[in-house]
T-cell receptor, first 114, second 116 residues
Framework: EAQVTQNPRYLITVTGKKLTVTCSQNMNHEYMSWYRQDPGLGLRQIYYSMNVEVTDKGDVPEGYKVSRKEKRNFPLILESPSPNQTSLYFC?????????????FGSGTRLTVV | AQKITQTQPGMFVQEKEAVTLDCTYDTSDQSYGLFWYKQPSSGEMIFLIYQGSYDEQNATEGRYSLNFQKARKSANLVISASQLGDSAMYFCAMRDRMDSSYKLIFGSGTRLLVRP
């Protein structure tokens, strides 16, 4: 089954404790990206990657890092999480062109930073 | 700047009836794509339907159809024969083909509740 797999689904952590949210897709998509969803602010892009070793900042990259060492994986790293990073996070992927293809989203990671 | 507007925060529909969810967009570009996503209470984002700005026909996917009126910059989602499982948040989104970030711009969403 074609899918984007995110782990974990739920995570509660403490301020400053480094964490990684994993994202893996099995569709051989070149493009992957991360979004966060917050009430009243909607979904905003954090980082994106056009292909292996090619990443760039989205609209809200502060406090996050990413890497794309393999085509299928695109982890999101929070080096020193803070409470304002409490959010629902989505990883998404699509094939080149994107048009005509829905961006496939992962199931989401609900992160709480206390 | 590109913007998606969904003016209906919440809507009710009777089971088996059709419902239209409104979406208007703002862009100065000629080449763009429009998407609708469903977000049930479990949180995942489910792709429903896509319309390209140059597509002459309105998109359809099963019970979902997109009423695309380019001149009015609207891309309304029509759900026919509503089912209880259609109760969810629905988001309209747009991607500008000239935007190298491939970013999706989302609207604020419409919460649909299907009554039995």
């Amino acid at each position: 089954e074609a899918q984007v797999t995110q782990n974990p689904r739920y995570l509660i952590t403490v301020t400053g404790k480094k964490l990684t949210v994993t994202c893996s897709q099995n569709m051989n998509h070149e493009y992957m990206s991360w979004y966060r969803q917050d009430p009243g602010l909607g979904l905003r892009q954090i980082y994106y990657s056009m292909n292996v070793e090619v990443t760039d900042k989205g609209d809200v990259p502060e406090g996050y890092k990413v890497s794309r060492k393999e085509k299928r994986n695109f982890p999101l790293i929070l080096e020193s999480p803070s409470p304002n990073q409490t959010s629902l996070y989505f990883c998404a992927s699509t094939a080149w062109g994107g048009q005509g293809y829905g961006y496939t989203f992962g199931s989401g990671t609900r992160l709480t930073v206390v | 700047a590109q913007k998606i507007t969904q003016t209906q925060p919440g809507m009710f529909v009777q089971e088996k009836e059709a419902v239209t969810l409104d979406c208007t967009y703002d862009t100065s570009d000629q080449s763009y794509g429009l998407f609708w996503y469903k977000q049930p209470s479990s949180g995942e984002m489910i792709f429903l339907i896509y319309q390209g700005s140059y597509d002459e026909q309105n998109a359809t996917e099963g019970r979902y159809s997109l009423n695309f009126q380019k001149a009015r910059k609207s891309a309304n989602l029509v759900i026919s024969a509503s089912q209880l499982g259609d109760s969810a948040m629905y988001f309209c989104a747009m991607r500008d083909r000239m935007d190298s970030s491939y970013k999706l711009i989302f609207g604020s969403g419409t919460r649909l509740l299907v009554r039995p």
